[in-house]
């Protein structure tokens, strides 16, 4: 399995970035996927999930700004973050996971490599 996660950048307060995650190797289309985030010196936390079925959830911090998106057509997942603020600024995972909808670490299958979301003030 791969989970290849892009779209990281530096961006100022304010700003959007669209981070992409393209799956292989997995039936997609059968797993919850989800993003989490570890900032530097921090333990990784949830930031958002979709089921198969495409029921959403987020972290209260980002309710309102973030979207994720999922095709299961093109096996890919998305995350749009808006008004992104420097408190976003984390190493940002995709992840999968066959059974739950993946709310925490512990309950993740399937683990990106991450990309680096960087929100100057």
């Given at each position: 399995?791969?989970?290849?996660?892009?779209?990281g950048g530096?961006?100022?307060?304010?700003?959007s970035?669209?981070?992409?995650?393209?799956?292989?190797?997995?039936?997609?289309?059968?797993?919850?996927?989800?993003?989490f985030?570890?900032?530097?010196?921090?333990?990784r936390?949830?930031?958002?999930?979709?089921?198969?079925?495409?029921t959403?959830?987020?972290?209260?911090?980002?309710?309102?700004?973030f979207?994720i998106?999922?095709?299961?057509?093109?096996?890919?997942?998305?995350?749009?973050?808006?008004s992104?603020r420097?408190?976003?600024?984390?190493?940002?995972y995709?992840?999968a996971?066959s059974?739950?909808?993946?709310?925490?670490?512990?309950q993740?299958d399937?683990?990106?490599q991450?990309?680096?979301?960087?929100?100057?003030?």
């Open positions: 399995v791969q989970l290849q996660a892009s779209g530096l961006v100022q307060a304010g700003g970035l669209r981070l992409s995650c393209a799956a292989s190797g997995l039936t997609f289309s059968r797993y919850d996927m989800g993003w985030r570890q900032a530097p010196g921090k333990e936390e949830f930031v958002s999930a979709v089921s198969s079925s495409g959403t959830h987020y972290r209260d911090s980002v309710k309102g700004r979207t998106f999922r095709d299961n057509a093109k096996n890919t997942l998305a995350l749009q973050m808006n992104l420097p408190e976003d600024t984390a190493v940002y995709c992840a996971e059974l739950l909808l993946p709310t925490t670490p512990e993740v399937y683990w990106g991450g990309t680096l979301v960087t929100v100057s003030s």
